[in-house]
């Protein structure tokens, strides 16, 4: 069964059609590509698969592909090498992490050991760079570059800020090069793939860069604004762990006054509750929410001002609802 896409692609049944489609051939690829002789090897890189997920990436791959052919036998390999690399950083990520959850499940690194996470998502790694290279060179060296970015960002979010460093400057590069890269390459892979014109495969690079870290800033301000119900997930995650987000760095970066207390309280993790629930409370209640939502919401109408250049077809507007998707969820 393919994965349920984020948000509402009804803008055009045959488009919706040739979507759930190809995402239902990307996940018959991923199964097939990751099936290895060896039964562990199988049931640790389909533990993550298995778990869920909203193939974002592909879906952008296919949206992206709908500038031009988008029937070419390379755009579904081409979407499957992302999500492939896509679920590989997260069995990285849960080993550094030493994340016990993931997608509500156990890890991998909790239902193994840290060596066959980490080893599984090279295994992952693997198998995307075979399928990469019947893409051609130039696929593998835009590949190659993503990761590159990968690495940096994952590197430059372990490391911090350099001593006398812009907090935020650094945050954003992290958001770019560990979240946003890979979105981009989507856009990118996928009109690539499908033979659209050059302009337009860098139109679609450039406004998902810009729709990827929107997405990761949006993440970001609903782990504070969200209660578990609506999100899933525990709020002020990034507040317990000492993870200084965007609404964050805003109040840091302020004298407002009467903001000393939640200044304090910002200093480093926040390991106890009651300690926790004032946090949050005081950090919902501050302006910098609002501008970190405004933040978010100009990267979005950058995106959007992009993709109003392109070709005026029914891809074009499931992407701009996109955007419109990305606003509404932060609120």
């Given at each position: 069964m393919s994965a349920a896409v984020p948000?509402d692609l009804r803008v055009d049944d ?59 036998p390379d755009v579904v390999p081409a ?253």
């Amino acid at each position: 069964m393919s994965a349920a896409v984020p948000f509402d692609l009804r803008v055009d049944d045959t488009l919706a059609a040739h979507v759930q489609q190809g995402l239902a051939e990307v996940e018959s690829l991923l199964l097939e590509t990751v099936h290895s002789d060896y039964a562990l090897l199988t049931e640790a890189s389909e533990h993550l698969l298995n778990a869920g997920g909203k193939r974002f990436r592909p879906m952008l791959v296919l949206l992206a592909a709908q500038f031009g052919d988008h029937a070419r036998p390379d755009v579904v390999p081409a979407a499957v090498v992302l999500e492939l690399t896509h679920l590989a950083t997260l069995y990285h990520d849960d080993v550094m992490d030493e994340a016990p959850l993931r997608r509500g499940a156990a890890s991998a690194n909790s239902r193994w050991n840290n060596s066959v996470a980490v080893l599984t998502g090279d295994y992952l790694f693997a198998r995307a760079s075979d399928l990469l290279a019947d893409l051609g060179p130039e696929a593998v060296r835009v590949q190659a570059r993503t990761f590159a970015r990968l690495v940096r960002g994952q590197i430059q979010e372990t490391v911090g800020v350099p001593e006398g460093g812009d907090e935020l400057k650094h945050y954003l590069q992290v958001v770019g090069d560990k979240t946003a890269s890979l979105i981009a390459t989507s856009g990118q892979f996928g009109a690539m793939m499908a033979g659209a014109p050059q302009h337009v495969v860098d139109t679609l690079t450039s406004a998902c860069e810009k729709i990827g870290v929107a997405f990761q800033l949006s993440d970001d301000i609903l782990d504070v604004a969200s209660e578990s119900f609506q999100s899933g997930k525990t709020p002020g995650t990034d507040l317990r762990e000492g993870v200084r987000t965007l609404p964050m760095l805003h109040v840091l970066s302020g004298e407002a006054a009467g903001d000393e207390r939640l200044r304090a309280l910002l200093a480093g993790p926040i390991t106890d509750d009651a300690e926790h629930a004032e946090a949050l409370a005081l950090l919902r209640a501050h302006p910098a929410m609002e501008r970190a939502r405004s933040d978010t919401r100009r990267w979005v109408e950058d995106a959007r001002a992009e993709l109003l250049t392109l070709p005026d077809i029914s891809a074009r507007h499931a992407l701009t609802g996109l955007c419109d998707y990305v606003v509404s969820r932060t609120g």
